[in-house]
T-cell receptor, first 111, second 115 residues
Framework: GDSVTQMEGPVTLSEEAFLTINCTYTATGYPSLFWYVQYPGEGLQLLLK?????DKGSNKGFEATYRKETTSFHLEKGSVQVSDSAVYFC??????????FGTGTSLTVIP | DTAVSQTPKYLVTQMGNDKSIKCEQNLGHDTMYWYKQDSKKFLKIMFS???????INETVPNRFSPKSPDKAHLNLHINSLELGDSAVYFC??????????????FGNGTRLTVT
């Protein structure tokens, strides 16, 4: 079945450090891939998405590239800020009605 | 102009009680969902409705009953609450008819505490 595996946290980085959160997927069809961010006390917000192989999603300095050959969608940011502290979720959808989420990765950025 | 709104934000109740959580979306989406998030942030799909029809019904105790009076609303009623029901419950919506490219939009969650 379809599934998403993302690196376990928690991740702690100093401000301006480089961030990578790994995400790999298994899907029977051609999924769309998403990264969601959850700030403390809030719901999940769409951070970025990619709908086909080699697409790059980007938003707020975050990027992720849809790699079909490695079935991956790793999240990266060149220079993190304290305000990026949150939980990040990788997700996929193959039908539009069913979404599969990773377990979430908690990121803490310290000044 | 809140897109997906759910009430209440906090719900504290005793074991054995019955409670409801309401959800409304003003995005014109045709599919709505309930997710449960545990203390480790793990998200579990509970139910999904498309145009008021139940399309996903995961292994959830039958004490949980969703109700969709119209495609903009999906409420969750929980009977005989148990300690293990304590969690954050998220409502979400998507334009499922547009296929796999349509993302989920989440409400801000309802934190349920059962004592």
């Amino acid at each position: 079945g379809d599934s998403v595996t993302q690196m376990e946290g928690p991740v702690t980085l100093s401000e301006e450090a480089f961030l990578t959160i790994n995400c790999t997927y298994t899907a029977t069809g051609y999924p769309s891939l998403f990264w969601y961010v959850q700030y403390p006390g809030e719901g999940l917000q769409l951070l970025l998405k990619a709908t086909k192989a080699d697409d790059k999603g980007s938003n707020k300095g975050f990027e992720a590239t849809y790699r079909k050959e490695t079935t991956s969608f790793h999240l990266e940011k060149g220079s993190v800020q304290v305000s990026d502290s949150a939980v990040y979720f990788c997700a996929l959808s193959t039908t539009g009605n069913q979404f599969y989420f990773g377990t979430g990765t908690s990121l803490t950025v310290i000044p | 102009d809140t897109a997906v709104s759910q009430t209440p934000k906090y719900l504290v109740t005793q074991m054995g009680n019955d409670k409801s959580i309401k959800c409304e979306q003003n995005l014109g989406h045709d599919t709505m969902y309930w997710y449960k998030q545990d203390s480790k942030k793990f998200l579990k799909i509970m139910f999904s409705y498309n145009n008021k029809e139940l399309i996903i019904n995961e292994t959830v105790p039958n004490r949980f009953s969703p109700k969709s009076p119209d495609k903009a609303h999906l409420n969750l009623h929980i009977n005989s609450l148990e300690l293990g029901d304590s969690a954050v419950y998220f409502c979400a919506s998507s334009q499922g008819g547009q296929g796999r490219n349509s993302p989920l939009h989440f409400g801000n969650g309802t934190r349920l505490t059962v004592t």
